[in-house]
């Protein structure tokens, strides 16, 4: 029996039962359908940590104030350690060997004012190497440059929200906004960051399009502190030349840091690269499990096509009775029902791909959910439903072709 005649017999048997063949596609079409929507889930939530850490400098160590409550505060004092400082980051740079860059910065919550608008942000006091070592982009204007820091310029640069809020329609650079008592020139708007900053550590989650940037000389010498007893800078960000030598670095910093403090423990240390290898560790394996779950739907979808071709064959006896009695070998009574099976795999796959796609897509455009589809899923999940086609139409169809043409003919 043809390839071709197989094929017509397998439409003919679909278009014949048209309500039976879609309710047994329905578990192949749900199952490719998650299959897709699931990996494209944790792929969205893969590529959000890795721009996440991306945002951090994955070749950078972050040593960051600790968040203490005021007593707390009080007792490091009281223990001859000032927080973080500048001698701290000039320590560092001239004894830990690899290090690159290294940049320091001081934040503070306020105000930031222009005409009759204000909007509240986080104003932080950077050195020029900052917004190289954490990749940030310009929209327009110029960056922070060495020249503001020893001149102690009154310049900052507006993340893209505040740029928005405080100016709408009109171009920022050149113009004045009012920190607390001080006016300053903007000399750059920054490109919107897409993605927040999560927590990591001491890291606070905010919207980086609220920050502002000034000199971090500027901001030592002109603007109050919220703590008195707060450190005279909030961060210290290094960056290595080997992300091999992450570990060992950190070490060494953490031992300079701890003689510097006086074993007081008012700081942490970050490293993005670590913590982005484990969580990719991790999406590898939620990623399996959801794929896993989502491959059940395909295995129950099989087991129906399963049911319904061993049902087709009960009702089709006399049918293949004929067919062998006429001429027909076991191998074409085989591949009939086995192409049946697989028609049935193949309609519902491109269905549930069809679906998955779909439902990718909304899930992105409805929600704060990211997704992204990657084409090695849909070729999965296509694959996982021929195969299912074939391994579960393959019981049904041995059982067709082993019937007797005799018995089979005088079957009623």
Not at 83 to 98: H, N, Y
Not at 284 to 313: D, E, H, R
Not at 350 to 375: A, E, K, M, N
Request: proline share 2%; hydrophobic share 45%.
């Amino acid at each position: 029996m043809q390839l071709e005649e197989n094929i017509h017999l397998a439409i003919h048997g679909l278009t014949d039962h048209k309500f039976r063949s879609f309710l047994t596609m329905l578990g192949i079409i749900f199952g490719v359908a998650s299959v897709i929507a699931m990996l494209s889930i944790g792929e969205g939530a893969k590529r959000e940590a890795i721009a996440k850490y991306q945002d951090l400098g994955v070749n950078n160590i972050i040593v960051r104030e600790k968040k203490l409550s005021d007593e707390e505060l009080e007792e490091v004092r009281a223990k001859f350690s000032q927080g973080l400082s500048m001698q701290d980051a000039s320590v560092i740079k001239e004894i830990v060997p690899g290090v690159e860059r290294i940049a320091s910065q001081a934040e503070i919550s306020t105000d930031v004012k222009f005409a009759d608008k204000s909007v509240k942000s986080t104003v932080i006091g950077i050195t020029p190497d900052f917004t190289e070592m954490m990749n940030y982009r310009l929209q327009r204007g110029d960056f922070i440059r060495e020249n503001h820091c020893t001149q102690r310029m009154k310049v900052c640069m507006l993340g893209a929200g505040v740029a928005a809020s405080l100016y709408q329609q009109e171009d920022p650079i050149g113009k004045m906004v009012k920190i607390e008592d001080q006016w300053l020139e903007v000399i750059g708007v920054l490109a919107s960051k897409t993605l927040f900053t999560e927590t990591v550590g001491e890291l606070a989650a905010r919207d980086l399009n609220t920050d502002v940037y000034v000199p971090l000389t500027t901001f030592l010498s002109r603007f109050s502190r919220e703590n008195i007893l707060a450190g005279e800078i909030q961060q210290i960000t290094v960056r290595v030349d080997q992300s091999g030598k992450l570990p060992e670095v950190a070490k060494l910093m953490n031992e300079i840091l701890k003689r510097h403090h006086f074993n007081n423990e008012d700081y942490s240390i970050i490293i993005p690269y670590e913590l982005l290898k484990q969580e990719e560790k991790e999406r590898q394996i939620y990623n399996f499990l959801l794929g896993a779950i989502a491959a059940i739907s395909l295995i129950v979808g099989g087991i129906g096509i399963m049911n319904i071709m061993l049902a087709t064959v009960m009702e089709r006896t006399r049918e293949i009775g004929i067919r062998r009695a006429i001429g027909a070998r076991k191998a074409d009574i085989m591949s009939q029902f086995v192409t049946e099976a697989v028609a049935i795999s193949i309609t519902g796959g491109i269905i549930g791909v069809l679906l998955g796609v779909g439902l990718s897509l909304s899930v992105s455009l409805f929600t704060d959910v990211s997704t992204y589809i990657r084409p090695y899923s849909i070729l999965i999940a296509f694959a996982f439903s021929v195969i299912v086609g074939i391994s579960f139409g393959y019981l049904p169809a041995k059982n067709a072709a082993n019937l007797k043409p005799v018995d089979s003919i005088r079957y009623e």
